[in-house]
């Protein structure tokens, strides 16, 4: 059972240019989330996607940055017009569907895509 | 401030305990977790204990939660200098959302 897979590994673009990052979930699972970690810092919340919906996008940015996971294929995590701050690692993870308010399960993370803007 | 907090550095010789210690703030929490992250590389689920538990073994790892101090510590016997890493302690808010400390930077000395 392949793990939540990210790509690229590691991605350098220009300040004004377009990020897209990829992840495909686990097998059988359902949501994605993706966290942001900035350098030297712990990983922060940017948003929850079921197929085809935005559960929740508290933690993005309110501009530049979108995210889709769509019917078919990976969700993608897209940031328009790059500047310097978006150097980060952007962590994609996946859960099954929750079984309620106490579910146990868990959430298990990709290796992580490093995007560095020159 | 965080809503999770964790000392940044710990060094520990080689053979001996580690413990690494975390606070939190939301009473609600209802699962608290134990991520390992080497250079580059992404999170490694370590363990993860439910707030009904106040302690949870697995194999050389020991996790203590002590809720009416919102404190979590994550022992590990015989360090290795596999071990060195940073580690992260995070704290599930509602169904889905972990929010994270910055991180322990464990070395292992020989």
């Known amino acids: 059972n392949a793990g939540v897979m990210q790509n690229p590994r590691h991605l350098v673009r220009r300040r004004g240019q377009e990020a897209r990052l990829r992840c495909s979930p686990m097998?059988?699972?359902?949501?994605v989330y993706w966290y942001r970690q900035l350098p030297e810092e712990g990983l922060k919340f940017m948003v929850y996607?079921?197929?085809?919906?935005?559960?929740?996008e508290s933690g993005m940015p309110k501009e530049r940055f979108s995210a889709e996971f769509p019917k078919e294929g990976p969700s993608i995590l897209r940031i328009q017009q790059v500047v310097r701050g978006d150097s980060a690692a952007y962590f994609c993870?996946?859960?099954?569907?929750?079984?309620?308010?106490?579910?146990?399960?868990?959430?298990?993370f990709g290796e992580g895509s490093w995007l560095t803007v020159v | 401030g965080e809503d999770v907090e964790q000392s940044l550095f710990l060094s520990v010789r080689e053979g001996d305990s580690s413990v690494i210690n975390c606070t939190y703030t939301?009473?609600?929490?209802?699962?608290l977790y134990w991520y390992k992250q080497e250079p580059g590389a992404g999170l490694q689920l370590l363990t993860y204990?439910?707030?009904?538990?106040d302690m949870k073994q697995d194999q050389r790892l020991t996790v203590l939660l002590n809720k009416k101090d919102k404190h979590l510590s994550l022992r590990i016997a015989d360090t290795q200098t596999g071990d060195s890493a940073i580690y992260f302690c995070?704290?599930?808010?509602?169904?889905?959302?972990?929010?994270f400390g910055a991180g322990t930077t464990v070395t292992v000395r020989a």
């Open positions: 993870a996946s859960s099954p569907p929750w079984a309620g308010g106490s579910s146990g399960n868990t959430i298990y």
């Open positions: 097998k059988g699972h359902s949501h």
């Open positions: 996607l079921q197929k085809e919906n935005i559960i929740d």
């Open positions: 939301d009473s609600s929490s209802t699962y």
């Open positions: 204990i439910f707030s009904n538990m």
């Open positions: 995070a704290e599930k808010k509602n169904d889905y959302k972990l929010s």
